[in-house]
Structure formats: structure tokens, C-alpha cells
């Protein structure tokens, strides 16, 4: 969990934004049944150097559950070794298996490397923008 953790701060960081997750709270996330959480990684011996997560989620629109893909990140000393595409891959093939029909994921307009790795991938590009609104407590603060 350290070192997911780790990962994530530097998928953060290389995002503009900051990672918050505790072990504790991915913990629950990911074992605690039903999982709300899955997470692929890939290492190197002890060193973990690229992650996926994606969780179920429900499409009004479609009338059907899909797999959101949170994340998708691999390290920058670790790119251009396919690791990224087996991640990807993995997180397809466990969409298909549990008879999801579709993966939907974001990235920011700038990160035009990804744009092209999605688009290798066979992935559709939309123009939605995605927000964020802080609610309860953390609206008040």
C-alpha cells in the first residue's frame, strides 16, 4: 500500500493536483465486499511502477453499468515499455469478463501523450470538461 500510495502522490503531482487518499480508506475500498475499488499495478521485483484503478458505475444515459477508469499512470523512468498498454489491457479484459460493454476514463487536454496512447488504444476522444464541488464539511472549510 506504501508504495501505491507513493505512485499516485506522483500521478498527482505530475497532474497538477495533489493525491489525499490514506492507506486505510483504499483499504476498505478495495477489500471490503462488495469492492468498490480495483487496482491493477505493474512492478519490477520490489518496485512498483505503474498503476490502474477503476470502479462500476451507472450511466443514466445508458441505461447500464460501465468501468470507470480513475487512473492510469506509469512512471516516467518505466514509460515506453508497453506497461501502460497492459495495463490498459487489463483493465479492458476485466470489464469485458465481469459483461461490462464499456471503459470510460479522462485525461487532461494538455497531456497530449496520453491523447495519442488512447487513440493507439482504439479509444474515442469527447469534449466534456469534468468538475469537482467540494460537499459537507469539506464545502464549509
Not at 462500476?56 to 468501468?67: D, I, K, N, T, V
Request: aromatic content about 10%; hydrophobic content about 50%.
Amino acid at each position: 500500500m506504501p508504495a501505491l500510495l507513493a505512485l499516485m502522490a506522483d500521478h498527482a503531482a505530475f497532474e497538477r493536483g495533489q493525491a489525499s487518499a490514506q492507506a486505510s480508506q483504499l483499504s476498505r475500498a478495495l477489500f471490503e465486499s462488495p469492492a468498490r475499488l480495483f487496482v491493477w499495478v505493474a512492478g519490477d521485483g520490489a518496485d512498483l511502477l505503474g498503476y490502474a484503478a477503476a470502479s462500476r458505475e451507472f450511466s443514466a444515459w445508458q441505461g447500464g453499468e460501465h468501468l470507470h477508469m480513475d487512473c492510469l499512470f506509469v512512471s516516467a523512468a518505466a514509460r515506453d515499455r508497453g506497461l501502460g498498454a497492459r495495463l490498459a489491457q487489463a483493465v479492458i479484459a476485466f470489464a469485458a469478463a465481469e459483461g461490462l460493454a464499456q471503459v470510460q476514463w479522462q485525461t487532461p487536454a494538455w497531456n497530449r501523450d496520453a491523447v495519442r496512447f488512447y487513440e493507439r488504444l482504439g479509444a474515442v476522444g469527447t469534449d466534456k470538461m469534468g468538475f469537482s464541488l467540494a460537499c459537507g464539511e469539506a464545502r464549509a472549510a
